[in-house]
Nanobody, 121 residues
Framework: VQLVESGGGLVQAGESLNLSCVATGNGFSRYNMGWFRQSPGKERTYVGIISRNGDSITRAAFVKGRFTISRDNAKNVLYMQMNYLTPEDTGIYYC???????????????WGRGTQVTVSS
């Protein structure tokens, strides 16, 4: 599966962004999907993951209550609505597809190229 993220940009603290990840190729609904980010000078870390049919969602502690993850298997799209953004949310956001339901980036097979999110104070 090939993945392309979009929706990033430059926003001020407190504002919102809605990221999308469009999948092409076969079998989007067979993959567990994840959102990850890499902030400047830091390792890539998970933001949230969603199961194949969307009935299980796990979010990192630092985003709970602010970010909502969803997917539309009919449209082959993964979403992440990000509210109340802070400068600490700045980074490149990636979507990834994997067979298992894991938070480790190493367990994911297919990656997009990422979309830049920059939050100014």
């Amino acid at each position: 599966v090939q993945l392309v993220e979009s929706g990033g940009g430059l926003v001020q603290a407190g504002e919102s962004l809605n990221l999308s990840c469009v999948a092409t190729g076969n079998g989007f609904s067979r993959y567990n999907m994840g959102w990850f980010r890499q902030s400047p000078g830091k390792e890539r870390t998970y933001v949230g993951i969603i199961s194949r049919n969307g009935d299980s969602i796990t979010r990192a502690a630092f985003v709970k209550g602010r970010f909502t993850i969803s997917r539309d298997n009919a449209k082959n799209v993964l979403y992440m609505q990000m509210n109340y953004l802070t400068p600490e949310d700045t980074g490149i956001y990636y979507c990834a597809a994997g067979q298992g339901y894991y938070t480790s980036p190493a367990r994911y097979d297919s990656w997009g190229r990422g979309t830049q999110v920059t939050v100014s104070s």
